[in-house]
């Protein structure tokens, strides 16, 4: 499969159904407050990228939505999901309050994710092939030969040299990309409705990382994602995202359409996440206007 440069994204207004809704999001552990009144929409088919400096609440938010923050983190506020705040109307699924059941029913199947560390995700002493067939059987995708004919699929949807050969080879006989890879085709075998990325580049040389950012474009044009990207760096999350969202201490403190806050930013912060962004030209904003195209 060709990777291509990522699609152009509808505009906001586009959008229509949303899919997600955090409202009034507090996330605590103990005395510190992670997370401090997060609100945001997220419709179907849009892309939009939170961003913020280590430590800002980006992950800890993402983690919430997933389910994942355990017992030591006290949650207020609601996520909902296929629902609306708006007490009329239907009031779907509250993330915060579904039973440990309804969740594990929900992760994977409508909404996955792509962890940071490829080599934290994956299992080492399992084959790259059972591990993302094992996701697909989790949710009752197929089972046998049309299973490993699913996975198989997947891995070579995320363009995986010679998948058939390498199913039964370990994560560590892999490279750093491949593996971010394997876990993308772990996330989409099951075709989830919503993707989180969390920092899914990280850890890549910046020719991989942007091999990686291609394959998600293409990704979430063929398969109609709807995407949460998590990033530090706005000037990546200008070339996945339609929509932008910038935290800082726990709190969103800028939010908009990624042209206009790339181009046009408000938040003081905003602007000094802008002029950290590495470049050999005088003139800083103009890497940033060409993403914003």
Same mark, same amino acid.
């Given at each position: 499969?060709? #990777?291509?440069?990522?699609?152009?994204?509808?505009?906001?207004?586009?959008?229509?159904?949303?899919?997600?809704?955090?409202?009034?999001?507090?996330? *605590?552990?103990?005395?510190?407050?992670?997370? +401090?009144?997060?609100?945001?929409? #997220?419709?179907?088919?849009?892309?939009?990228?939170? /961003?913020?400096?280590?430590?800002?609440?980006?992950?800890?938010?993402?983690?919430?939505?997933?389910? @994942?923050?355990?017992?030591?983190?006290?949650?207020?506020?609601?996520?909902?999901?296929?629902?609306?705040?708006?007490?009329?109307?239907?009031?779907?699924?509250?993330?915060?309050?579904?039973?440990?059941?309804?969740?594990?029913?929900? *992760?994977?199947?409508?909404?996955?994710?792509?962890?940071?560390?490829?080599?934290?995700?994956?299992?080492?002493?399992?084959?790259?092939? +059972?591990?993302?067939?094992?996701?697909?059987?989790?949710?009752?995708?197929?089972?046998?030969?049309?299973?490993?004919?699913?996975?198989?699929?997947?891995?070579?949807?995320?363009?995986?040299?010679?998948?058939?050969?390498?199913?039964?080879?370990?994560?560590?006989?892999?490279?750093?990309?491949?593996?971010?890879?394997?876990?993308?085709?772990?996330?989409?075998?099951? *075709?989830?409705?919503? @993707?989180?990325?969390?920092?899914?580049?990280?850890?890549?040389?910046?020719?991989?990382?942007?091999?990686?950012?291609?394959?998600?474009?293409?990704?979430?044009?063929?398969?109609?994602?709807?995407?949460?990207?998590?990033?530090?760096?706005?000037?990546?999350?200008?070339?996945?995202?339609?929509?932008?969202?910038?935290?800082?201490?726990?709190?969103?403190?800028?939010?908009?359409?990624?042209?206009? /806050?790339?181009?046009?930013?408000?938040?003081?912060?905003? +602007?000094? #996440?802008?002029?950290?962004?590495?470049?050999? +030209?005088?003139?800083?904003?103009?890497?940033?206007?060409?993403?914003?195209?």
């Amino acid at each position: 499969m060709q #990777l291509q440069q990522p699609p152009k994204y509808m505009g906001y207004d586009d959008f229509m159904t949303a899919l997600l809704q955090v409202n009034d999001l507090h996330i *605590r552990f103990g005395a510190s407050h992670a997370v +401090r009144g997060v609100d945001f929409e #997220l419709n179907e088919g849009e892309v939009l990228g939170l /961003v913020g400096e280590s430590g800002s609440g980006k992950s800890a938010t993402s983690l919430a939505i997933m389910g @994942l923050l355990g017992s030591a983190a006290q949650e207020t506020g609601s996520i909902l999901w296929r629902g609306s705040a708006d007490k009329q109307e239907a009031a779907g699924i509250d993330l915060l309050r579904a039973t440990p059941d309804r969740l594990r029913r929900l *992760r994977g199947r409508e909404i996955a994710m792509i962890f940071q560390e490829p080599m934290t995700a994956l299992n080492p002493v399992m084959t790259i092939g +059972r591990q993302v067939a094992e996701c697909g059987a989790a949710h009752g995708l197929a089972s046998g030969r049309a299973l490993k004919h699913k996975a198989l699929e997947a891995l070579e949807a995320v363009a995986i040299p010679e998948a058939g050969r390498r199913y039964n080879d370990y994560p560590h006989q892999f490279s750093g990309g491949q593996r971010q890879r394997i876990l993308i085709a772990m996330a989409l075998i099951n *075709r989830p409705c919503l @993707l989180i990325a969390d920092e899914p580049t990280t850890a890549l040389d910046v020719t991989v990382q942007a091999q990686i950012l291609a394959l998600l474009g293409q990704l979430q044009r063929d398969y109609g994602l709807t995407m949460l990207f998590i990033s530090h760096d706005l000037a990546v999350v200008g070339q996945v995202a339609n929509r932008v969202a910038v935290m800082r201490a726990g709190q969103i403190v800028e939010t908009g359409a990624v042209k206009e /806050v790339l181009l046009h930013p408000q938040h003081e912060y905003t +602007r000094s #996440l802008l002029a950290s962004v590495p470049t050999m +030209r005088t003139d800083r904003m103009q890497p940033l206007a060409m993403i914003a195209r």
